[in-house]
C-alpha cells in the first residue's frame, strides 16, 4: 500500500519561509514526476510546482523567484522550498504523483501567510 506523508505547513508572517516535505512508501520505485498542488478557500485546486525523475522543474508564474522543488529520489520525498511568502500563497497544499495507473495524494497540509 502506498503512502503519501506530508509535513511542514504551519502559520508564517509575511515575507517569512516554509519548507512542505512529502515522503512516499510503499511499493513504489522509479516516480516519474512528483507534483506540488495548492487549493484555497473557494478556489480550485492549482499546480504549483513538479519536477521529473531527472530534475528538471516548472513552477507557477505567480510563484516562480520565490518557490524551489526539489526531490531525494532514493528516499521516494519530494520538498517545496517556499520564502517570500504572501497572504495569497495561503491555501492547504497536496504532494502528488502517478504510479501504475493510480493517482497518489498526500492527506494535505495548511499553509497560513497571516501577520
Known amino acids: 500500500q502506498v503512502q503519501l506523508v506530508e509535513s511542514g505547513g504551519g502559520l508564517v508572517q509575511p515575507g517569512g519561509s516554509l519548507r512542505l516535505s512529502c515522503a512516499a512508501s510503499?511499493?513504489?520505485?522509479?516516480?516519474?514526476?512528483m507534483n506540488w498542488y495548492r487549493q484555497a478557500p473557494g478556489k480550485q485546486r492549482e499546480l504549483v510546482a513538479f519536477?521529473?525523475?531527472?530534475?528538471?522543474?516548472n513552477l507557477a508564474g505567480s510563484v516562480k523567484g520565490r518557490f524551489t522543488i526539489s526531490r531525494d529520489n532514493a528516499a521516494n520525498t519530494v520538498y517545496l522550498q517556499m520564502n517570500s511568502l504572501k497572504p495569497e500563497d495561503t491555501a492547504v497544499y497536496y504532494c502528488?504523483?502517478?504510479?501504475?495507473?493510480?493517482?497518489?495524494w498526500g492527506q494535505g497540509t495548511q499553509v497560513t501567510v497571516s501577520s
Open positions: 519536477i521529473t525523475r531527472y530534475g528538471g522543474t
Open positions: 502528488n504523483f502517478y504510479f501504475r495507473g493510480v493517482d497518489y
Open positions: 510503499g511499493s513504489i520505485f522509479s516516480i516519474n514526476t
